[in-house]
């Protein structure tokens, strides 16, 4: 049943309206003045609100004000005994939902009651659309409309509901991860872990604890059993970033690994099953490397049953504005600060310029001109802080 709150600093108007209201099987709290009622409203949800106007230390118009201050939704019927046009007018002004004058009618606080409810529930399914829209929104489609995003968003589509091992080629920081997120959120799987390994971040020595785990005594300083990415993975999608940079003792183990869907943790005597779909990444040639006996052509073949090229920033400089005003907006809610724009001579500037970081040195490029730019951003700041 619905939770009311009663802010009224007379005794008998509280005592009066939680007892009907408690026998309609409404669950009611009372406070005694607006400083008491709005620390109730901001602790404990309620699903509507009846606020006197006329009160010490805080009035009913101030409660009011403060809740919508605070983004909270209740719906706050305003009462009072000194009602007139001018009082009602301000408070559903102010965001009141409703106004009612004493002597308080019992059937239109019972209607009223409803009507709020009604608008409750609708808040709320309204906000849970607006989060499942949101979650489609990020998951649906890298950022861009450029002809090389759009053959990667079909590719993704194709691909994603597979369990086929995926490539990810490109430079570094033009969305390699952000490709196999994509994959993974479009995927059977998406309910089970997404796990990374940033391949090129971990030392040789450590790889393969990494990867497999290891028992309790396997070294030095593994004091306890864990478990490696491989089984945090199980079930979801192990991405192998830069797998490039893998040793060759990790790529045997690695090839062992998907051949036979097993692995066996460091300092272990027991193979474990695990079925994690692997995505790997790099920015090396690996052909190149296969070549040069640095990395192991059956390997390659394993991880490449589909191979996603990501291009360069400069080879998408369409794309540029769409992601110049998607980091603006995006940075700007983060850092709290008021919105800030590009003019269309800076989004042109921006265009020009030689994005040898790609898209993360094009974020950070953002950040600095939201910094130190005025709330319109110019060609002439483009000039003068995009050094090169």
Same mark, same amino acid.
């Given at each position: ?6 802010? &009224? ?15 309609? &099987?409404?669950?009611?709290?009372? +406070? ?7 620390a ?18 805080? &009035? *009913?118009?101030?409660? $009011?004000?403060?809740?919508? +201050?605070?983004g909270?939704?209740?719906? %706050?019927v ?31 606080i ?16 309204t ?26 968003n079909?590719?993704?589509?194709? %691909? ?42 971990i ?13 309790? *005594? ?9 478990? *490696? ?13 830069e ?6 003792? +990790? ?5 062992r ?19 994690p779909?692997? %995505? ?27 191979v ?13 504005p769409?992601?110049a ?20 001579? +800076?989004?042109?500037? $921006? ?5 040898? *970081? ?31």
């Amino acid at each position: 049943m619905a939770k009311l709150l009663i802010i &009224d600093d007379e005794a008998s108007i509280r005592r009066t309206l939680k007892e009907i209201l408690e026998f309609e &099987d409404y669950t009611v709290d009372v +406070a005694e003045d607006g400083v008491k009622g709005l620390a109730a409203a901001k602790k404990t949800t309620y699903d509507a609100i009846f606020c006197d106007i006329k009160m010490p230390q805080m &009035d *009913g118009l101030e409660v $009011l004000e403060n809740l919508k +201050a605070d983004g909270i939704p209740t719906p %706050v019927v305003m009462i009072s005994g000194h009602g007139n046009i001018e009082t009602a007018v301000d408070s559903i002004r102010k965001g009141a939902y409703d106004f009612i004058e004493k002597p308080l009618d019992l059937n239109r606080i019972l209607v009223t009651i409803k009507n709020a409810l009604d608008k409750t529930n609708l808040v709320e399914e309204t906000v849970v659309l607006k989060k499942q829209v949101k979650k489609l929104g990020k998951s649906s489609t890298i950022i861009g409309n450029s002809p090389a995003i759009g053959e990667i968003n079909l590719m993704i589509e194709k %691909v994603a509901a597979s369990d086929a091992r995926v490539l990810i080629t490109g430079p570094n920081g033009s969305g390699k991860e952000l490709v196999a997120r994509q994959l993974h959120e479009q995927s059977n799987r998406k309910k089970s872990p997404f796990i990374e390994v940033n391949c090129a971040a971990i030392p040789s020595e450590l790889i393969e604890s990494e990867l497999f785990g290891h028992e309790k *005594g396997a070294f030095t300083s593994a004091n306890k059993m864990r478990k *490696g990415k491989f089984e945090l993975a199980d079930g979801g999608t192990l991405f192998l970033d830069e797998i490039g940079d893998m040793s060759a003792s +990790a790529q045997a183990k690695v090839l062992r690994a998907l051949q036979e869907n097993k692995i066996m943790r460091v300092g272990g005597e027991k193979d474990i099953k695990v079925n994690p779909r692997v %995505v790997a990444a790099t920015n090396k040639d690996l052909r190149k490397m296969i070549e040069n006996g640095e990395f192991r052509e059956d390997l390659y073949h394993r991880l490449s049953v589909i191979v996603i090229k990501v291009p360069s920033l400069n080879d998408r400089q369409s794309d540029i504005p769409l992601l110049a005003n998607y980091f603006i907006e995006k940075i700007c809610k983060e850092h709290g600060m008021s919105p800030k724009t590009f003019d269309d001579s +800076a989004l042109n500037a $921006l265009k020009l310029v030689d994005w040898t *970081g790609n898209i993360r040195e094009l974020r950070n490029i953002v950040e600095r001109l939201i910094i130190l730019c005025d709330s319109v951003i110019t060609v002439d700041d483009v000039k003068t802080y995009v050094v090169k």
